[in-house]
């Protein structure tokens, strides 16, 4: 072959392939849109979340296994962890003629929410170990009853995890493994 032809062939594979890589990075730069101005009565105002939150908190009974929908309304505060906190404190506090599942003393320490895994992990302080009733049936209850009532009111949250003190346990009583964050079932709540 011809070197001239070689060298011509060259420099065409080279324009293509400059031309190519300007289209390509021209493709992926923001599309410029012209700015489009609305009148005044087009445009949306952001519309206040109400003050009052509405939560449902479910507590078990004497007389069923279910437990049971009581209405609450929680004033909403500036920070989404805030408002985690207070309803907790809520199920804690129970309420009268209904039964909270949780041992004497107990109080949430802190608490955070993990984005990623849509997990809300608890701390409670020492009396959830030190003072827990034993059995495998009442860990179940104590654990469904705040995973349920958390997944069932706040919809961001999948998943809930236990810790004691800052530390992980493996169990509360003996029976039940908590390393592991727990899911929802709401087998145990009466929803009709």
């Known amino acids: 072959m011809n070197k001239k032809l070689i060298y011509a062939l060259v420099a065409i594979a080279f ?3 400059v031309t190519s890589l300007v289209i390509f990075f021209k493709s992926r730069s923001p599309a410029r849109y012209p700015e489009k101005k609305f009148a005044k009565a087009e445009t949306r105002t952001e519309t206040e979340e109400p003050r009052l939150l509405k939560v449902k908190a479910f507590f078990f009974t004497e007389n069923s296994p279910f437990m049971i929908p009581v209405g609450f309304e929680l004033e909403r ?50 009396n959830l170990v030190s003072r827990f009733p034993s059995g495998s ?50 087998r145990y709540l009466r929803l009709d």
């Open 137 to 186: 049936q009442s860990e179940l209850e104590f654990i469904y009853f705040m995973v349920d009532n958390i997944c069932f009111n706040f919809e961001e949250i999948k998943m809930v995890k236990f810790l004691v003190s800052g530390n992980e346990y493996s169990t509360i009583s003996g029976h039940i493994d908590i390393e592991n964050p727990f899911y929802p079932d709401y």
């Open 15 to 17: 324009v293509f392939f």
């Open 77 to 126: 505060p500036l920070v989404k962890s805030e408002l985690y906190k207070k309803f907790i404190d809520l199920i804690i506090q129970g309420k009268e003629n209904f039964i909270a599942p949780i041992p004497p003393g107990l109080q949430l320490r802190t608490l955070y929410y993990v984005e990623k895994r849509k997990m809300l992990v608890l701390d409670f302080n020492d």
